[in-house]
């Protein structure tokens, strides 16, 4: 098919995410990836600056990964997981708690990062449910963004995502996103719902807040206190990690930063490297405990089709062979080390408000006369900007972010910065 059709085919017969109907710009046709590289149908080549929505680790269609994932698909491509079981989940199960904390030791298998985070919620609810006791509400930060469907929505901040469902949604207690200045008042606020409002759990986004909070960033040690405080009142405390896991934020999962430990882990995009969905629920013993019983109403009644897809799990084994090789732990140190003195380079540049970094993740915050938040213009100004130069970058609002696979070269990393640059003088 030529160019022109398939663009044709795909406004006759798709509905694309996220994507304003009635102004929808004809999309770009991938036809091939490799590398940190995209190419289109007319050969054009763009550096993926975004790892295709946070997913990608070590690059696209890459070759290892590949050929785990073939040798997966010719032997056991899927099979149900209820009742049986299969080497790969069991491999990866035990690979994975090695890289966490000594307290986890339960995996529960889904398929994308808001049924993980519906597992989480699930799991926490029911475990006071099962002990009879009325710990019904969970806290949650301002902007977050947890998923969209029912449950992640509703942990998530209310905006223009879900105005259409907010009678739909379940109340939460919100609070403020901890800072030197409000950390004080954030404590009182937390032990007031703890005495006062039947918190069961506290789910958060750690260090970073993403889609929601638009790369905000947030001290560990005030994270570290928050959660001592829920764990001194026995609150469950639920990390989620679909966006900060696996080396993105310079150490393997973002709360290897702190002290105090959650109960609940929350995992999905980059854990099978970006090539299939899979996601995943880690909980501490004593969770898994509560739904030890003679009492089959104390059963977790959860699951889905796709459940711990043994080609999924074949990725993600794949992909932690990578991610424990020593090249992957260079290329990440050398990613936040170019962060680091761009962020010093430019954050003195007039257009700049202000700029955000933590491990391979960097954001700029653009002066706008605009209001800020998703709906601001700037954003498509700069993603047709990006595009033209050959990167895909797709700014959250008016914050510009880079958040490469792992595999990016210097070279190109330099060339968005230096595109950056030039975005910043010429076209703000
Ligand atoms: C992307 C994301 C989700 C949702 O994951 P999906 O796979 O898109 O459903 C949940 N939490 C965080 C922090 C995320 O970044």
Partial sequence: MDSSNWQKKDLQYVWHPFTHLKYAETPINIVRSEGSYYFDENGNKYIDGISSWWVNLHGHSHPYIAQKVYEQLTTNAHSIFSGFTHPRAIEFSERLLNHLPKSFSKVFFSDNGSTSVEVALKMALQFWHNQNKTKTKIIAFENAYHGDTFGSMSVGERNVFTSAFSPLLFDVLRLPVPTKENIDEVKQQLNQFIQSENAGAFIFEPLILGAGGSMQM??????????????????????????????????????????????????????????????????????????????????????????????????????????????????????????????EKIKSYPKVLSVRNLGTIIAIEIKTTEEGGYLNNLAEKISTYFIQKGILLRPLGNVLYILPPYCVSQSDLTYIYTCIETFLDKEV
């Fill in 218 to 343: 947030y001290d560990v040690a005030l994270l570290d206190e928050l959660i001592f405080i829920c764990k001194q009142h026995k609150v469950i405390t639920i990390a989620d990690e679909v966006m900060t896991g696996f080396y993105r934020t310079g150490k393997f999962f973002a709360t290897d930063y702190l002290e105090n430990k959650p109960d609940i882990i929350c995992l999905s995009k980059g854990i099978t490297g970006g090539v299939m969905p899979l996601g995943v629920t880690v909980c501490a013993q004593f969770i898994y405990d509560a739904y030890i019983s003679e009492d089959k109403h104390k059963t977790f009644f959860h699951g889905h089709s796709y459940t711990a897809n043994p080609t999924a799990c074949a990725a993600a084994l794949a992909s932690m062979d990578l991610l424990e090789g020593e090249e992957t732990l260079k290329n990440i140190q050398q990613i936040s080390l170019s962060h680091l003195s761009f962020k």
